[in-house]
């Protein structure tokens, strides 16, 4: 996948080995503390139930804006139940370097939604085209905002049709406005500023 994060103004290419771990990025990608990822980061060691010396190689790492870094394994939940990897995730968690990761997560199925997912991939799509013009007529419009307004609204304001369906999105996840992203964004969203929420 081809991605820009705000660790760096270019773009550039992460890896994934499934369409979990292609979920998992996605949503990543779309929070607006994430400012880096880095795919297949070096393995560490631990000891597994047995006390045997063993590797375990997160799927990422990924660095907050405010520094922490936390490593993520990614496994779907039928792998988790059957093998027990829970129980082995908990010695991964707690035998992490610090200088490695402040804290780790182990994300599975059900860790995000259906509506996450896809608001994840339209955002990732709309960010890989840059619309300068429509960015700054919707952002005018929202900035004017005195009450709870649909997305629709914006869009039909602006003029722009689907131009400005696209930057209204993506300004939603810029936090420049807020609605209810535990639904798939649709005309029909409802945005607020943050200062009335």
Partial sequence: MIAQLRASAAWRQLIFESDLERKCL?????????????????????????????????????TLEDGKRIAIAVKPDGLVERNGFDREFALIK????????????????????????RNAELLHMFRQGEDAEADAAVQQILRGMNCETSLGQVVAAAGLQGRAFRSGFKAIFDGIVLTDLSLPVTEASMLSMPEAR
């Fill in 26 to 62: 996605l949503v990543l990608l779309s929070q607006i503390a994430v400012v880096n990822i880095w795919d297949q980061p070096p393995q560490i060691t631990y000891r597994n139930e047995g006390g045997k010396p063993t590797f375990h190689t997160f799927d990422f790492l990924v």
């Fill in 94 to 117: 707690t035998q992490t370097p610090k200088q490695f990761a402040d804290d780790a997560l182990l994300v599975t199925d059900s860790s995000f939604s259906a509506a996450e997912v």
